[in-house]
């Protein structure tokens, strides 16, 4: 497994290869979830690459960033186990150099000031800085998110759709524990308790896919019981994100809340 340091080595190495590639963005303090996305993109390519990057512009809340696990040493163990061809650790300066102006815009925002974007304001535009800076300079054939963050990868289709038509956009199913909990660098910051509550999340959005038991605000009373703060608990329609008004096709329920100080987050495709 190569490791790139920097934009000149990731240049060169792009320029070695003549096979499909398939890249897997990441912050790093990697989990099964992540593993299986590169697992998925083995199945389809040649060669993988994985970058791990903790982006600054996504982080609404400087202590989150400040938190947010890292990992490093056993993440590149974990990569080089799956057999991943090479890891891009770019530093700061080479994502986002003095001379370069992150301000790409998608045509069609609406989805970013809703749900994950209303709670955390400048997230998407975040996520969508780093990630065309990444496509244009990986320039993969393909690229693979995990469903866990199903407004992000909403948010992914429609800058592929946009700017890079020629990617293959992949979602990959949720990771989860045994308890139904979704797999997530978060849980590293959970209690032995909070980690026993934590899958009650999973029920909930459980409950009301298979029987729309009690409805939305019955299951949002229950978690608050259980000190699980919901931020929101809804249906939405993909891929905007807009709130259905009667039952379509293309569906979700997407969950964020608060355990403790931990927040997290969940969805079942309908
Ligand atoms: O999902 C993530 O870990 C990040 O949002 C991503 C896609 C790596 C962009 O920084």
């Known amino acids: 497994m190569i490791i790139l340091f920097s934009n000149n080595s990731l240049a060169n190495f792009r320029q070695t290869i003549a096979e499909p590639l398939a890249f897997v963005p990441t912050m790093g303090a990697l989990h099964d979830g992540h593993l299986s996305l590169v697992r998925a993109a083995k199945q389809e390519h040649f060669k993988v690459i994985v970058s791990i990057f903790v982006n600054p512009l996504q982080f609404n809340n400087p202590e ?9 040493q056993n993440d590149l ?7 991943v061809d090479a890891v891009f650790l770019p530093s700061n300066n080479d994502v986002y150099p003095i001379d370069y102006q992150p301000n790409i815009k998608l045509k069609n925002n609406q989805i ?12 998407f535009d975040g996520v969508i800085q780093v990630l065309h800076r990444f496509f244009s300079q990986i320039q993969p054939d393909s690229v693979f998110f995990g469903q866990k963050d199903l407004q992000q990868c909403m948010v992914v289709k429609l800058i592929i759709d946009e700017y890079f038509p020629k990617i293959k956009f992949n979602i990959v199913e949720t990771s989860r524990e045994k308890s139904g909990l979704a797999m997530s660098s978060r849980n590293l910051r959970l209690s032995a308790k909070e980690l026993e509550l934590a899958k009650e999340i999973y029920t909930t959005l459980m409950n009301l896919k298979r029987f729309n038991k009690n409805g ?36 979700a329920i997407v969950y964020a809340g608060y355990l403790g100080q931990i927040r997290l987050i969940d969805n079942l495709l309908l």
Do not use: C, M
Not at 77 to 83: F, H, P, Q, R, V
Not at 118 to 123: E, N
């Open 64 to 72: 989150d960033l400040l938190k947010y696990p890292r990992t490093i």
């Open 77 to 83: 163990n974990l990569l080089e186990e799956t057999g």
């Open 112 to 123: 970013e000031t809703v749900f994950e974007g209303y709670f955390r304001p400048g997230h």
């Open 216 to 251: 939305i605000n019955h299951e949002i009373e229950r978690l608050n019981n259980l000190n699980i703060t919901t931020e929101y608990l809804s249906y939405v329609n993909l891929p905007h994100f807009d709130v259905p008004e009667h039952p379509a096709s293309n569906q």
